[in-house]
């Protein structure tokens, strides 16, 4: 049977008839193929790669190769979900020409649909050429942890009237210049309703409150993979990653005490 794939129209249909959209991240085929056959609509080959699976201190650090390498992956492994590789730090602020050819890497080498950039003013023109050369491109606001060096944190972003206003002045902007798609993060649960009701196009929340049109997650922190460290905005489904630690815990005990292999585990 042939699988139907999410597109960026069946997005902003899903926005009008007031579906939300579910999202979340994934770095490498298997999870990739267990989120697709679950019905994700959204699968974010994230930057946050860069802490979760490659121990970098923040995102800063991953380059185009290792988002190509890893996209690549999820892509493998994926039917009906529309997959989005987020492009890593300095891979679209030198220059428009540079930001265009490796968006069209994601696409050509890596199997995704479209792009994720960071930022509002002052990214517009890249976003709209990138969307000129037939790249769909989704915009992020709010936190931007590719700018963490720049705020000195990572706090909420948009709380006093100014930040507000140019995150909602951001998004229109955005819209304008082509985005099919905003994530916004780290956003107060009110101002993220006045932003996604001034734009038409789906803005995907996290840790920006229920009015948004969806939401995402990063995967390993829903499923307790995260360690101690679990964000305010996130929800622990599990905590598979005790369950893990427990499997290796038995297997060392198991080879120590001479208890595995046993005989149903020999030729």
Known sequence: MTVKKVTTKELMEMKLRGEKIAMLTAYDYLMATQMDECGIDVILVGDSVANVLLG???????????????????????????????MPFMSYQASVEEAVRNAGRFLKEAGAEAVKLEGGTEIYETVNNIVRSGIPVMGHLGLTPQSIHQFGGYGVRGRNDEQASKMVEDAKGLEEAGVFSIVLEKVPALLAKRITEEVKIPVIGIGAGVYCDGQVLVAHDMLGLSGDFTPKFSKKYSDIGDEIKRCFRQYIEEVKNKEFPAEEHSY
Not at 57 to 83: D, L
């Open 56 to 86: 970098y201190k923040s995102t800063i650090p991953v380059t185009m190769e290792e988002m190509i390498h890893h996209c690549k992956a999820v892509s493998r492994g994926v039917k009906r979900a529309m997959v989005v590789g987020d």
